[in-house]
């Protein structure tokens, strides 16, 4: 029997007030802190971002920020479409975890199953190596991708593009992120399915859980609410263009906040598989050597301010993406971008820790320690994972410097713990100890390293030089290292840039007429002059000396 007007107990109302008000509040106070930090990284006048934020099932935080189409002054909206990069790994391991569920596959399946003649030079490779990139399948976006990035190319025409390639590493060895292996994975997923890719995630994800606003990208297609895409280059710039056949199945989707707070509201309902099959794309699975690889099926298992959680983003042409799942407080993050240059990753984890209560300390919190105190931390300290890194203080500030890379500074979070405060990481010292040791912990790949100061001498800072417009344009070329591998010397803004094939440029900085150093790694770039004309390079790194002959 049914009574439309029946009154709910009182109890039951203050049980429900219990509930929503606390969260209400809690959102409340979090969002003027949101929007200072969005803000801060997304103006008004140039790319932007959508974000969501929510907890326990509800969304506590929606906004846009900056502007989805710079040329028209078109300002940025939460349903705007951006395309999703390596978030679309998730769909790709989903959709290979429904088809072991339907019985078509199993994980440890050999891809010469499905690719008979994929070369494996004699090793096993498992479709569980492709999902967790332990399969040593040389990534073919570390190769010159320049000539081939307008190309629309089927899937058997890419896999034969980077089959031959040699491994880089016997399959479970090493942990290296691999996009040929996810594009081998929508190859399966078509083989079985006899459907394309496109088709698949469309109609068995997408239209299942009315994820209206998502898609496999197209350049050429009309697609409503489209962010444009942009990277910069002495300013915005329309992104280059780049054909979806290429990422597939490791990066061509598309989609909005919100139908991604959808995917991961299905998939914490087991709408798509069960949950102890979800939970092999969430485990965090191990070498052959036993070591984590903190990656699972298309996610990272990263923590936030030590709270496990799952995590992963996305780049491409004109785009970059962030989200963050912590299981645990049910919080879900996720932030869309249309430029290359504007990375959400570390805003993302900062809200994130913010929205379970665990906010990752900054400057404002650091506490203050007498300039006589923080002495005793200068030095060079050498770790088990081989890296140098060198602590110094200037003007009461301590610093910190992986050898051959650029300097930090570093906080006092209490006597003996300092933390960095853009990337999260934290050194812990045990001062007590003769000589001191100390354990550094890098938040951004769960690594932790022990160390312990040395009697070493701090280095002494190379000192840059000017050196004369005409000089420098010399240096101006291409250097070929290998066959599809060049070094690019450009000059930009009277500084010397220089570009490996498919890496991100650096600026170059004269320490002689003729030898220039890359403050980012330990690398230097030997530029040799015969008759008053460049001939050649000599790349110096980690002790190995490369020449690169010019080619123009």
């Known amino acids: 029997m049914t009574f439309k007007n029946q009154l709910l107990p009182f109890n039951y109302i203050l049980l429900v007030l219990f509930f929503v008000v606390p969260l209400f509040s809690f959102a409340q106070n979090l969002e003027g802190k949101f929007d200072t930090l969005l803000r801060e990284k997304y103006k008004s006048d140039g790319s932007g971002a959508t974000i969501l934020v929510a907890k326990r099932g509800d969304i506590i935080y929606r906004k846009a920020f900056g502007l989805a189409n710079i040329e028209l002054d078109v300002p940025m909206r939460p349903n705007h479409v951006f395309e999703i990069g390596s978030i679309t790994k998730q769909f790709t391991s989903i959709a290979i975890l429904m088809l072991m569920e339907q019985g078509k596959l199993s994980i440890e399946d050999e891809i010469t199953k499905f690719i008979p003649d994929y070369p494996t030079h004699g090793k096993k490779i498992t479709i569980h190596h492709l999902l967790n990139h332990t399969s040593g399948i040389k990534s073919y976006t570390s190769m010159n991708l320049s000539k081939i990035a ?59 859980l009315q994820m209206n606003s998502s898609r496999y990208g ?7 609410n489209r962010a444009s895409g942009y990277q910069t280059k002495n300013g915005y710039i329309n992104s280059n263009y780049l054909s979806m056949t290429l990422p597939y199945a490791a990066g061509s989707l598309m989609s909005t906040v919100e139908d991604l707070f959808k995917w991961q509201t299905a998939l914490n309902k087991n709408s798509l598989v069960k949950k102890e099959t979800l939970q092999k794309a969430y485990t965090n699975y191990s070498l052959n050597n036993g070591d984590p690889t903190n990656y699972g099926y298309g996610w990272l298992t990263y923590d936030v301010n030590d709270v496990p959680a799952i995590q992963h983003g996305g780049g491409i042409f004109g785009y970059t993406s962030y989200e963050i799942y912590v299981p645990k407080e049910d919080v879900y993050v996720v932030i869309l971008t249309n430029c290359n240059c504007n990375s959400p990753a570390n805003l993302a984890k900062k809200i994130a820790a913010m929205a379970i209560g665990k906010p990752y300390h900054t400057a404002k919190t650091a506490i203050n320690i007498p ?73 951004n790949s769960n690594n932790i390293s022990k160390g312990i100061k040395t009697n070493k001498p701090i280095p002494l800072e190379k000192k840059i030089i000017k050196v004369p417009i005409n000089i420098l344009k010399q240096y101006v070329g291409i250097y070929e290292i290998k066959p599809g591998f060049d070094i690019t010397i450009k000059l930009e803004n009277d500084k010397l840039i220089s570009q490996a094939t498919g890496q991100e440029s650096f600026e170059i900085h004269a320490e002689t007429k003729n030898k220039f150093f890359i403050k980012e790694f330990p690398a230097t770039i030997e530029f040799i002059i015969k008759n008053n004309k460049t001939i050649y390079a000599i790349l110096h790194q980690a002790n190995n000396k490369i020449s690169a002959k010019r080619k123009k």
């Open 150 to 208: 307008r190309n629309d190319m089927t899937p058997t025409e890419m896999i034969v593009y980077f089959k031959n390639e040699p491994l880089d590493f016997d399959p479970g060895d090493k942990w290296s992120y691999s996009n040929s292996g996810y594009f081998i994975l929508g190859y399966i997923i078509e083989k079985i399915s006899k459907q394309t890719y496109e088709d698949f995630v469309e109609q068995h994800i997408f239209k299942k």
């Open 218 to 224: 197209h350049k050429s297609e009309i697609i409503k």
């Open 371 to 443: 300039n006589q105190e923080l002495k005793k931390f200068i030095g060079v300290y050498e770790f088990e994972d081989k890296a140098i890194r060198i602590i110094t203080l200037k003007e009461n500030q301590l610093y910190s410097k992986r050898e051959g890379s650029t300097e930090f500074k570093i906080f006092p979070k209490n006597q003996s713990s300092f933390f960095f405060e853009d990337n999260f990481s934290e050194y812990k010292f045990e001062v007590s100890q003769d000589p001191i040791k100390v354990i550094f912990t890098d938040r």
